[in-house]
């Protein structure tokens, strides 16, 4: 019961965490384009905000039931390969979504706040290539857990 109350935890930390990179990505930010830079700016800023903070906590979840599953594997000599290669791209995408969070989002804030668009879009543009390369990640871990029959 526990392995399967942990892998629910992963599974839906994992979907979250990914799944809202991808509307971001593909979704959100074509649809915002349009928009003149202040309100465009703006609106990712405070969509950014929300889901980064949701991902913190997704993150987190990922980890920690990752740790746990990996424990119990261990406890049965079970584990599969497939688990060595997701527990290096989820640290990997941890430090990378910390980066994003921690490092580049800061900045987008402080331009919006200042209404200095320039620098807004200047700003957008490393977290939009960090957020591509999370999500290509998060796209190749799933393949390994499907793949690798984890």
Known sequence: MTFVLLKLIHVLAVVLWVGGMAFAHFFLRPAVQPLEPPQRLA???RVLQRFLAAA????L???ASG???LGLARASAAMPLAWSA?????VLMAAIYA???FVLFPRLVRAVEASDWPAAGTAMAPLRAWVGTN???????IA???LGRG
Do not use: D, E, K, S
Not at 56 to 59: D, I, Q, Y
Not at 86 to 90: D, E, K, Q, Y
Not at 135 to 141: F, I, R, V
């Open 43 to 45: 609106l990712m800023q």
């Open 135 to 141: 999500l290509g990640l998060g796209a190749l871990t």
């Open 86 to 90: 997701m527990a290096v791209l989820g």
């Open 61 to 63: 979840a990922v980890l």
């Open 67 to 69: 740790v746990a599953l």
């Open 56 to 59: 913190g906590w997704a993150v």
């Open 99 to 101: 980066h994003v969070r």
């Open 144 to 146: 390994v857990a499907i």
